[in-house]
Every structure is written in C-alpha cells, then in structure tokens.
C-alpha cells in the first residue's frame, strides 16, 4: 500500500488544525450562552470547558483599530470574529497552549457592531478559565487597514486551497504579497503564515523546490518575530517535514518530525492533537525507513490521542486506521481497516473526494495482494478518475495508482497494457518528483520483472539497473544520519531488488555480462554498508573532535556502560517488566546519541561515494582475485508495490553465489547451492575444526570444499592471493582450512586475507597516522570469583572452570591466562617502545584511554553469550573481552567487561593492527549482507585498518606459540597476513599440529599489506 496515503491526503483532511495555527476550525457546541457585551477597557474573566461557547458583542467605529487579548489558563482558546448576523470573518488560534495569549486583531470596515466566540480548541477539553481584555480602539492607520485586508485575503486564500482551487488561492496569495512589500521592515505574525500556506500550496501542485523555499522563508520570518523554538513555528517544521517525505528524504522528514514533537510535547498537554499529528507523522517516516515496529508504536499513540479527542468517526481517526492497515500483513485485518476508513470518509466528504480517492486505492492494492483482480483494477481506475477530475491529468498522486493498473494487467498477462501504464507512471514521477525519487525504484523494477516475463531480457537490465541507481542515490541519502538500527532496518526494505537482480543474472540472463557486472555492482553498494556507515560516522567525528563532540561521545559511552551494567550484572530485585523497561530506555537513550552524532557528522562528512566494478578492480593487485560471497532469493515474476510488500510468487529458499572478480578478466558469477545444504557442511566443519580429536575433518573439509570452492576454481586461473568477502555461515570458517581434491588445504596454494565487501579496497587507500607506539594488554589479574555465602561446593566447582562459550556471565570464571604474560613479554622484545599492560594495570578503563597506537595485541579471555537473543537485543553485548576484576562482577565504569559494543567506541583510528589473542573473538551474531555482530564489527567501526581473530577456542600454548613467530614476521618485514600465514604453514609441517584446530583459529581480516604499508 501506498505509505504516503496520510501524509498526502490526510493533511489536507488535517489541515484544518494543522495547516496553519491561526486557521485551527473552532469546535462551537450546543451549550452556547448568551452573549456579553464587552466595553473598551473592561477585562472578564470566566470559567469554560470542552463543548461550551461564549459570546461577545463590541461596538466600534468605521475604519477602527481594535485590539482584544484572551489570556489562557488552563484551557486553549480559539476566538471567531463574526459580523452582527453571525457571518465568519475570521479564526485566531496562534498559540495551542493552554497557557498563552490570543489577540483579536481587526479594522472594522463597514460594520458597526462585531460578535467574538470563545471556545475551547478541543471538545474534550477539561475545565479551564480565562481573561478577555478589551484593549484598544482607535482609528487605524494605512498599515493597519492593510494588514487587516491581507489577513482577510489569506482566509479567503485558504478557503479556495481547501475546495481544490489551487490557481485561484495562488492569485490572491499574490495580492497578499503585494500588500505585505510595501512593508519591508514588518514583522507582524500573520506573514509569516502566508509563505507557509505558498508552501503547502506548491507542494499539492507538485512543485517541491518552491515549496521548500516558502517553508524555509518561512521559518525564517517566524524565527524574526518569535524565537526559535516557538509553539507556531511547529507547525511549519511539520510541513516541511511532509515535504521531505514526498521527496523520499525520510531520514530528513524524520528529524524535522521529531523536533516539532520534541518542542510540543514541552509545550502541550500529552494528548493534544498536535502531538497526534506529529505522531502520525514519524509512523509514517518510521514505516518508509523500514522500521514496522516504531511505526505501530507511533500509530498507535496517534490513534489514542484522536479517539480520545474525537471519537471512533472522525477523519483524523480515519486517517490513523489507514497507516495502521499499512502495516499489516493480514489481509483480511487490513481490509477491514481500510473498510471502515473508507466509510468515515464517505460519511464526512462524499464519494468524490480525494482523500476517499486514496482510501479506494488502498482497497485496490489489497485485492490485487489477494488475487482478486478485476475488482482491484475497478477500484483503481475509481480512485484514478477521481484524482485526475479534481486534480488534474499527471498530478504527482496519480503515478502510485497507474503503477498499480499497471500491475494488475501484468499479473493478468497484459503485457502490452502493463508497458504503457509503467512509463505513464515513471513519466509522472519523473517529471513530479525528480529522477531520484524512491518510489522510481520500485515502478523501474516492476518494469524489469515484466520484460523479463516477456522474455525482453535485455529491457529487463537495463531497466533494473535504472532502478539500483535511484535506490543508491536514496541508500546514501538514508545512511547519511540515524542509529544503527535505523540504517540496518532501512537496507531491509531494499533487499528485494537486489534478490531481483541476482536473479535476473543467475536465472534469465546467465550468459549476459551486462547482468552479471549489474548483480556484482548491487553487493557491493549493498553489502556491509551499514558498517562502513557506522565506521565513518565516528571516524570523521573523531578526525574533527572539538569539546562538542567529545561531549557527545562521553555521552554515549556513559550510557553505553550504563545499559552493559544491566545487562551484564542482570535485574537482582527488579521485576521482570521493570528491569526489560530499564533496558528499553537506555537503548532508546543509546540510539538517540548514534543520531546525534550521525547528525553532527554529516555537516562536513558527506557519505562515501558509490563504489562500482570498475574502481573496485582498478585497487586490485595482479595476483590476486576478489571473491565476493552473497546469499539471495531467487525471485520469479515478483511485484513491487510503492510499500515493498508484495511478492506474487512464493521466493524459493536462499542460495549461495560467488562472483570472481580480477584486475584483467570479465567478472564471473557461479551459484554453489541452497544456503541449508551448505550451511549444514559449515556446522559440521566447524565441530570439527574445534576438536583436535575429530577424525574425519579432513573429509569434512573436503565436503565443504567442495561446495564452495571447487565450483570456482577454474575461474581462478593462476591467481595466488584470495581476497574472500563471505556471506552468512561462511564468515565462521577458515577458508585456509578447506581441502581441495588433491587433499591440499588451500592455505598450502593461497595466501589469504578477508574482507567486509570488495569496497575495503577503496576505503584502504585512505592514509591513516598512528598516534601512539603499540600497546600489549596482557594476563589481567581477574581476581577471584565473587560466590555467594549459599553457594554450593558443586557451585565452586563449576566456576572453576574458564568458560568462553556460556549463556550467562554470572556463571563464569575467568581463570588466569600467566601465558599470556609470557606472550606479551616475547613480543615487546621485538618491538621495545611498546607500552606494556598487565595483571592489574590490565584494565578495561586503560583501554578506553588509548588513542590510535600503532598496533594493539590482547591476550586475555573472549567470550560470547549463547541462545539469549531474546534477553539481549543489541548482539554486540553478547561478546566480549574480559579484564582486570572480571570475576568480581563489579558495576560501574570499569567492571573488567569490555564488550563489543564498548570496544566500538575505542579511538583506533590510525592504528595498523589489533590482534585478539583470545577464545571465539571473531564469533557474534551473523547477519546476512552485514557481516558478524561482534568483536570483529566493533573493532572496525573503532577504526583498525587489520584484525587478527580467532573462530574458536584455542590452546593457550599453541597460540603464544603462533603469535610470537607472527611478530617476529612482522618484525622482518612481512604483510600482516603473510606473516600469520607462514606460521601457519610452519606449524602444519609438525606431526603434532596437522590438525586444523592448532594452526587455522587465527584469521586475517582488512589491509595485508605490512606494517609499513607495502604490499
């Protein structure tokens, strides 16, 4: 369904409590009392509540100054001046507050005698009171009389926007103009409301660059007579936010949404329904950035607020109800959701309306989502007739309903139909919205899937790849700010196109090269990029760091230990609800600071540009060859609303690919198989690589080799340097430990390094300075285990032994590493200048002071919490390293628990290499397309150019083994995974460490060049 339904047609349903705050419609009730005459001077005040209504008589000269004041208390006031029969004149209700001021302003004319209404803004308001203070009168000036007929021309003005005559309101806008010019120097309120209605009125003509104009001089004229952060100026911010959403800016239209409700909710009570508006409005950014779970919770307050107001039938209710059925995927629910808004907006505007237009559409979506196509396709042409009769041919909301007509006479093999109306739809957009808009992306890919159908191949590609473009333009502009979360739930949304694109390569167009270069171009804009997002957004903020942004940081690292604390040392006597709310709020408080500093990043870090194939292979060394794992659905005949949802045909199960990029040869794709076939020889693998005593795992690693390699193999050539970027469960093994059919493992034919996406070969040929010499943290004195007096001897027992792989830290010992020591003792000998941190000195707080030394080595306890996904959200507080005090189980700033997530926030921009001499460091959560939740994502957002992990527990005397002879090749001068890799040929050479589990924990990951930077 179409997201902008509500942001489109119900503001203009709204507009008439939001549009602008001097035009907020007055609710006049039943409960009306006789009228007050009120003389110059003379100041009433009077108790009144929801659904009442008083009334004032003045009596005033011709051509008449007048100035009455309503203060506020307790209640917000709207006032209506009408002529002595009653005839609206016009509305005041600058200030929503119920604490504020309202001034009567007016020039009589030709009346003698003027009526004022006072009603609450809301029929549901509680009892308040207020004063009315009859102020002024005397002759009006020429400015004044002026001013008065321009306030006059904008009621009329809105008047005319209201009823659909969008020209006419343009013409007398202008004759407003035209008397406010002749005041260059004023100030007055009222102007800047004209700019905002110029605004609005653009925007519904489908002219975003004036409309944003006007929103911006706007804001600037009401910051001049106001402040910045008045109560008026909310409603502005709130249009230009729509604005922004019609744009597909959303991240944009987000933050604009958020400030306005940020300054309202400091300045309403909880439930006024300006702060329902703003609700709706971030549900309805939430929704399009691909966050389902924000957007109920947002809806869902907005809806609250508007029943509770306005009862179960009114059209802000209706309004709501279409969001919510937005979000649904059941059908028959959204249906009826959709059903019973369409009803209210029948009742109130009648069957011609635009808005009931929109409700109809939604219904035609839904039945098309249902298979139900021939009434789908009569709604939709409903809903189309209408528009264009009210709107006119090509108007901006016409394109999402031709798009869908276009659908519906594809799923019916209508080929030809459904051509005509796709570039009908896409002219529209384009010529509405710009070549870049969001929804293009979605009208360009159903175009695809239908010359794909008519076996149109090289139609398809072509329009496809314009598809992925405009979805690039719109990726970069959606990572530029917000958290983690709200990047990664945004790429979700875009991973249908890429599924369509690995499919148009691997199952209509194998032959092409055109869609193979198209498929390898999508992964790599698409793969790990929220990483590199998270790495840059801090990485520039640390380049600049003034006290500002150190602030921020202090900030986020405080609350980051705050929710570890948590977590980690668990909710002793807090209820169970209590202790998850603790937790909510502090994640809440955590991804608020990840936006602040995202927004403060991108005002001097633009987004990385676009990597494509044709740079990505020009940084590629000779030997060498990229190989770039994905995991796709294959995709047939899939349809693409403007919301992302449908998908005609069930997507089969998900399917490894690999595409063999090199410097001097065409990329190749090769599919390797279903992702449950190889994932179980991955799981099978890897028990077997963590058992010196398994058997069988050269036959295992064979199996797997198989799969993954084997299929590849000739499209290596002589290459002698694999650069692998794994997708899923690969990212859990060692390629180095695969067997090839000659029984070879392939660390004894290649020399290996790992990557995030083929665009760290970009992001490596940036110049990184060291700050400090190496740091070597070492055998930390963890103390002894805090047991309770209860404790059993069982207990102790159990705690005993050093667990790296367990579900709960409360139950693990960290047993001492006095190896350790000796390892870093080895390696200072090598490198003397190094800082040495050991026993006690090894703490978590030493670590969060260091500044980009030139490497790091720690030698401590990894650890990594098991099956606890549900109680744990975020995975990198799952893993871990442990300090000095671990066993204590402290709280507070150091703890001795240094997690994933607080080692993200390390300062390691410039350091070469982090080397992680610990259990399971290179474990986490595997996210598909992002890579392991872990260590070894914290560590590269922290800024480290190469990481050495561990994908299992490993022997502390083998690894102080490996990693004194690593140093010692990087001493002489070898790359950083050279120098790993000759250790490890060295020690498969001795009987008793063939067994991968000796020599293949360790692996490389980012730059291979050595410590110099020659490759």
Known sequence: MYCNRTLIFSLSSFIKKALCLLFLPICLAAQNSDSVFLQLGEAIEREISGGQKHLYRIKVPVKQFVKIKVEQKGVDIAATLLDSSGKLLTQYNADPRNKGVEEVVMTSSSEY??????????????????????????????????????????????????????NDSLETTDKI?????????????????????????????????????????????????????????????????????DKGNYPKAEELHKKTLEIRQNELEPNHLLIALSFNNLGNASLRRGDKEKALIYFQKALDIREKNLGPNHEYVASTLINLANLYTDLDKAESLLIRALAIEEKLYGSEDTRVAQSIYNLCVIYSKKGEYEEAKSFCQRSLEIVENRMGIGHPWTSPVINQIATINRLTGKYDEAEKFYKRAITIEQNTKGKYHPNLGSMFTNLASMYSEKGEFDKAVESQEVANNILEYNIKLNLLIGSERDKLNYLKTLARFENQTLSLNFRVEKKSQAATNLAINTIFQRKGRVLDSMSEVFNSLRQRFNEDDQQLLENLNHTTKQLVDLILVGRRKLKANEYQQKIDKLSRQRENLENQISLRSSEFHSQTKSFDLQAIRKNLPQNSALLEFSIYYHTQSETFDLAGEKKT???????????????????????????????????????????????????????????????????LGNKAHLLISPDGLLNLIPFEALVNKKERYLIELFSISYLTSGRDLMRMQVARESKAPPILVASPTFGNAKLNSTSSTEKTKDLQKSVTATRNLSDTYFAPLDGTKREALAIKRLFPKAQFLTEVNATETALKKIKAPQMLHIATHGFFLEDIKDEIKNPLLRSGLAFAGANQRKSGNDDGILTALEASGLNLWGTKLVVLSACDTGLGEVKNGEGVYGL????????????????????????????????????AGMGRNEALRQVQLEMLKKKNRQHPFYWAGFIQSGEWANLEGTR
Not at 114 to 138: A, C, D, M, N, V
Not at 196 to 204: A, D, P, S, T
Not at 223 to 237: P, V
Request: proline share 3%; glycine share 4%; hydrophobic share 35%.
């Open 649 to 715: 045909k069930k997507a089969k199960e998900p399917r490894y690919v690999v595409y063999i990029v090199t410097s001097d040869n065409e990329v190749q794709g090769v599919e390797l198989g279903t992702v449950k076939n190889i994932d179980k020889a991955i799981v099978a693998y890897r028990e077997a690589l963590a058992n010196p005593k398994h058997k069988d795992t050269k036959e295992l690693g064979k199996a797997l080799g198989e799969k993954v390699f084997e299929p590849l193999r000739f499209a």
């Open 113 to 166: 005698e003027y009526q004022i209404s006072i009603s609450p803004s809301q029929k549901t308001l509680p009892k308040g009171s207020y004063l009315i203070h009859f102020k002024e009168s005397r002759i009006a000036t020429e400015k004044e009389i002026a001013i008065n007929e321009a306030r006059m021309l904008l009621l009329r003005a809105v008047k005319e926007w209201r009823s659909g005559n969008y």
């Open 177 to 245: 103009i035209a008397i406010w010019n002749k005041y260059p120097n004023e100030k007055h309120p009222d102007f800047h409301r004209v700019y905002n209605h110029l605004g609005i009125l653009y925007r519904f003509k489908g002219d975003f660059e004036k409309a944003e104009f006007y929103y911006s001089k706007s804001i600037e004229l009401n910051e001049k007579a106001f402040g910045k952060n008045h109560i008026s100026k909310t409603n502005i911010l709130n249009n230009l936010g729509l604005l922004y959403h």
């Open 936 to 971: 070894r994502r914290a560590f590269t957002i922290a800024g480290t150019e190469s990481l050495i992990m561990s994908l299992w527990a490993v022997s502390d005397y083998v690894t102080r083994e490996l990693m004194t002879d690593y140093y010692k090749n990087l001493k």
